[in-house]
């Protein structure tokens, strides 16, 4: 078994294959996409979490014991076969990255939102949403107001005596058509070339225009939550009203990465990770998040993209 060490922002995971390979760098595919990093370091025997990958023949499984995540399953010929490496084991779209939040919640008590993060002076927007909600979207309209990332697609933070969050990844997996059609002045400043990597999107290096600071403590918050559809004349805002509709969206957007299943390689049926426990650590610490009170306001936005820009006028 190949043993490395890997530490994701502040998770630090043990991980142990029996087909070495599968631990290669380039095996962490748009991985970077989700984090801000991945940094090999020395296996330890007192790490944060485990991930053990056992090659055998049959139908592959999984199972949970406490930190350690196993799977079992014919991996190397699963990696060779793979159609979307988006959706193998260290895939953006994979278990890893699930286990990754995972760990940050039960060995750190850093909680994810499933959102991208926007920073302008003392002031952070947070929009949640999944692929498809129109999270790109608002980043390329918020960089042409002089807003900064803090993460492209995860926003995580941790609540002690403040609100403390911290940077996330600063690369996008960006439809190829958005770029050509709504953003081409962005695509032709970056020397962007228009040509599809992996499901009619390309990767985009957004490090160039990423905030300072790589925590920050009690900004002013402004929570939107989005559906975009690109044809919509019709803008409807929408302010979320009351304690409980508010908790019950974050509570889904911090929870829907973990919960979520997966079919891996086109063919590995995997349940969602989270648990009782975890759950309702969840819930009490975005308890105290609202009792805060540094959410500005929070609303719905259901718009065209031609209308994104008018979000700024409600900030």
Not at 234 to 239: A, I
Request: glycine share 6%.
């Amino acid at each position: 078994m190949r043993k490395i060490g890997l530490k994701i922002g502040e998770a630090e995971i043990g991980a142990s294959s029996g087909y070495p390979e599968i631990l290669e760098k380039e095996n962490f595919y748009w991985f970077e996409t989700n984090f801000l990093s991945v940094e090999y370091i020395p296996f330890r025997e007192d790490m944060d979490s485990y991930i053990e990958i056992y090659v055998k023949q049959g139908q592959p499984s999984y199972e949970i014991e406490k930190n350690v995540l196993r799977l079992h399953g014919n991996f190397s010929l699963l990696e060779k076969n793979a159609k979307d490496p988006r959706y193998s084991i260290f895939g953006n779209l994979g278990i890893f990255s699930s286990w990754v939040l995972r760990t940050l919640e039960e060995a750190h008590d850093i909680h994810t939102f499933h959102a991208c993060g926007l920073v302008k002076d003392s002031r952070l927007l947070i929009i949640p949403g999944g692929a498809g909600a129109g999270k790109s979207v608002f980043i390329f309209t918020a960089l042409s107001q002089g807003w900064k990332i803090l993460s492209t697609e995860f926003v995580h933070f941790r609540i002690k005596d403040t609100v403390t969050f911290f940077k996330g990844a600063l690369q996008d997996a960006v439809r190829v058509d958005t770029l050509e059609y709504h953003f081409p002045e962005f695509a032709q400043k970056m020397n962007i070339q228009l040509v599809e990597e992996m499901g009619g999107k390309l990767l985009v290096d957004l490090s160039p225009f990423q905030c300072s600071p790589y925590q920050l403590s009690n900004p002013e918050i402004s929570l939107v939550f989005p559906h975009i559809e690109e044809k919509r004349d019709r803008l409807v805002y929408q302010e979320v009203k009351g304690q409980e509709p508010l908790l019950r969206r974050m509570f889904h957007s911090a929870s829907e990465k973990i919960e979520k299943s997966l079919l891996l390689y086109g063919q590995m049926a995997l349940p969602g990770i989270d648990n009782l426990f975890l759950a309702e650590k969840r819930k009490v610490s975005l308890e105290k998040f609202l009792e805060k009170g540094i959410i500005k306001n929070s609303f719905i936005w259901v718009s065209g993209i031609q209308d994104i820009p008018k979000i700024f006028d409600k900030l």
